[in-house]
């Protein structure tokens, strides 16, 4: 079954704080993203890997870096949260670009 | 620069009725174009897409897409919604770079009874 998980699905964080958001798909797609959802906004892509260690920034990178060690697993982290990162992420994986398979988001909340 | 824009940020029709969501796009070259749709706390779900050939493609559920290179469109259209129809729409644009997508704003379509 094609599946995108991403994991934890809800998080609340103290300013300040570092997080850690996980995904990881079993579709063997060689790119992931990850993107963030806020009302009115649409999705912003915040970063997009191509495989292993190769990793590029989207529109939206300061503040986040990446992490993809196993084509399966792609690793969100932000050091340091600021309240203005609270948002839901979403992780999508894809073959070759294509049709984007998306996960169910991870709800953030920085107090 | 690459744009999508929904210009629609509500649409409401009754059960039954026929439904036009808009989308349009900026991009000098031939454009890979997505609809989306994202349930209530869910991630997005590809509803069809277009990649090339006839301009009208067809989706799941019943849902199609016209696209229009001289007025630089994508609309979906459905001829009879149902109350499951409920959700927001994202329309999406790619093939510019290397497999990135952007977003529209989203349509929040609600399903009067």
């Known amino acids: 079954d094609m599946k995108v998980t991403q994991m934890p699905r809800y998080l609340i964080k103290r300013m300040g704080e570092n997080v850690l958001l996980e995904c990881g798909q079993d579709?063997?797609?060689?790119?992931m993203y990850w993107y963030r959802q806020d009302p009115g906004l649409g999705l912003q892509l915040i970063y997009i890997?191509?495989?292993?260690?190769?990793?590029s920034e989207g529109d939206i990178p300061k503040g986040y870096r990446v992490s993809r060690k196993k084509r399966e697993h792609f690793s969100l982290i932000l050091d340091s949260a600021k309240t203005n990162q609270t948002s839901v992420y979403f992780c999508?994986?894809?073959?070759?670009?294509?049709?984007?398979?998306f996960g169910e988001g991870s709800r953030l909340i920085v107090v | 620069a690459q744009s999508v824009t929904q210009p629609d940020a509500r649409v409401t029709v009754s059960e039954g009725a026929s439904l036009q969501l808009r989308c349009k796009y900026s991009?000098?070259?031939?454009?890979?174009l997505f609809w989306y749709v994202q349930y209530p706390r869910q991630g997005l779900q590809l509803l069809l897409k277009?990649?090339?050939?006839?301009?009208v493609v067809q989706g799941v559920n019943s849902f199609e897409a016209e696209f229009s290179k001289s007025n630089s469109s994508f609309h979906l259209q459905k001829a009879s919604v149902h109350w499951s129809d409920s959700a927001v729409y994202f329309c999406?644009?790619?093939?510019?770079?290397?497999?990135?997508?952007?977003f529209g704003q989203g349509t929040k379509l609600s399903i009067k009874p």
């Open positions: 999508a994986s894809s073959l070759g670009g294509n049709t984007l398979y």
């Open positions: 579709m063997s797609h060689e790119t």
């Open positions: 890997s191509y495989d292993v260690d190769s990793n």
């Open positions: 991009y000098s070259a031939t454009p890979y």
């Open positions: 277009y990649y090339s050939g006839d301009p």
């Open positions: 999406a644009l790619g093939g510019y770079n290397q497999g990135k997508l952007i």
